[in-house]
């Protein structure tokens, strides 16, 4: 069982910025994989970023070089900064995880991001 806390959510301003952290409360060294996921109102839930054991990042296109996913092993914690925000960015973020070889994926309870024009 994966539990993830995720935090950082809020109100921004367009351009701004804002760090999320989600917290798991396993080792995440050994989980294949972690990531973001964001879902708007309405709309369905996507993929925004993804993280791998070995460090390897990849992002969706409508985030690539404004947002970096990245980790602190020691503290069992991904992060995702995200910069030059849009108001297109809004939504409610999800950390996700999933150990290789499983098809089951851990979420968190979400975090809201509200970016304003």
């Known amino acids: 069982q994966v539990q993830l806390v995720e935090s950082g959510g809020g109100l921004v301003q367009a351009g701004g910025s804002l760090r999320l952290s989600c917290a798991a409360s396993?080792?995440?060294?050994?989980?294949?994989?972690l990531g973001w996921y964001r879902q708007a109102p309405g709309k369905q839930r996507d993929l925004v970023a993804t993280?791998?054991?070995?460090?390897?990042?990849n992002y969706a296109d409508s985030v690539n070089g404004r947002f970096t996913i990245s980790r602190d092993l020691g503290k069992n914690t991904i992060y995702l900064q995200m910069n030059s925000l849009k108001p297109e960015d809004t939504a409610v973020y999800y950390c996700?995880?999933?150990?290789?070889?499983?098809?089951?994926?851990?979420w968190g309870q979400g975090t809201r991001v509200t970016v304003s024009s």
């Open positions: 996700a995880a999933g150990y290789n070889g499983s098809t089951h994926v851990y």
């Open positions: 396993v080792d995440i060294f050994t989980i294949g994989g």
């Open positions: 993280i791998t054991g070995g460090g390897s990042a």
